[in-house]
């Protein structure tokens, strides 16, 4: 925006208004015809600059996609890159290095408690088994509410158990 000079006049960037006075102005009466006609040739020789250069554009972005079709390159191998350069470039940020650590410590965290409750599981189904053979018949064991909640319980443990190692080996391989 043009600055007005110092003195009484404002130093400040025409504003809204102030630009549209001065764009409604009639300036052409303070010129000379010499003027006027310098003024002319001038904006002839920009329009034709600003012509002559969107052909010089056009003509390279016509080059630009012959060399990308002789390449093989196409919209959907660009889109990629520029994706796994994105990609490339989020991993590469402190804070994705951070946040990465952190979720890979809650993961062996996690592991370890999951192996604390299977070691603890093993243990009760030895207990158990010592305990069925020490007591009443399998059959009479296996039909008792205790017993059917209890394997209720395990097989649902041990579906989630599964679950969960199937994920961390898929995100371990998917990291390598």
Same mark, same amino acid.
Request: charged letters at 30%.
């Given at each position: *925006?043009?600055?007005?000079? $110092?003195?009484? @006049?404002?130093? &400040?960037?025409? !504003?809204?208004? =102030? /630009?549209? #006075?001065?764009?409604?102005?009639?300036?052409?009466?303070? *010129?000379?015809?010499?003027? $006027?006609?310098? @003024?002319?040739? &001038?904006?002839? !020789?920009?329009? =034709? /600059?600003? #012509?002559?250069?969107?052909?010089?554009?056009?003509?390279?972005?016509?080059?630009?996609?012959?060399?990308?079709?002789?390449?093989?390159?196409?919209?959907?191998?660009?889109?990629?890159?520029?994706?796994?350069?994105?990609?490339?470039?989020?991993?590469?940020?402190?804070?994705?290095?951070?946040?990465?650590?952190?979720?890979?410590?809650?993961?062996?965290?996690?592991?370890?408690?999951?192996?604390?409750?299977?070691?603890?599981?093993?243990?009760?189904?030895?207990?158990?088994?010592?305990?069925?053979?020490?007591?009443?018949?399998?059959?009479?064991?296996?039909?008792?509410?205790?017993?059917?909640?209890?394997?209720?319980?395990?097989?649902?443990?041990?579906?989630?158990?599964?679950?969960?190692?199937?994920?961390?080996?898929?995100?371990?391989?998917?990291?390598?």
């Amino acid at each position: *925006l043009p600055i007005l000079p $110092k003195g009484l @006049l404002e130093t &400040e960037p025409l !504003q809204g208004r =102030d /630009e549209d #006075t001065v764009a409604s102005a009639d300036f052409s009466s303070m *010129l000379s015809e010499e003027e $006027k006609e310098e @003024l002319k040739a &001038e904006l002839v !020789q920009l329009e =034709d /600059e600003i #012509t002559t250069l969107r052909q010089v554009l056009s003509a390279k972005e016509r080059h630009l996609v012959e060399i990308k079709q002789k390449l093989g390159m196409n919209l959907m191998n660009e889109l990629k890159q520029n994706f796994s350069r994105s990609w490339h470039d989020v991993q590469t940020t402190t804070a994705y290095k951070k946040t990465q650590e952190t979720l890979s410590h809650a993961g062996q965290k996690a592991t370890a408690a999951f192996s604390n409750v299977g070691t603890a599981i093993s243990k009760k189904f030895g207990d158990m088994s010592y305990s069925i053979r020490h007591s009443i018949s399998m059959p009479a064991m296996r039909n008792s509410p205790t017993f059917k909640s209890f394997e209720e319980r395990v097989e649902t443990t041990v579906t989630s158990l599964k679950v969960f190692f199937r994920r961390r080996r898929y995100e371990e391989a998917k990291e390598e």
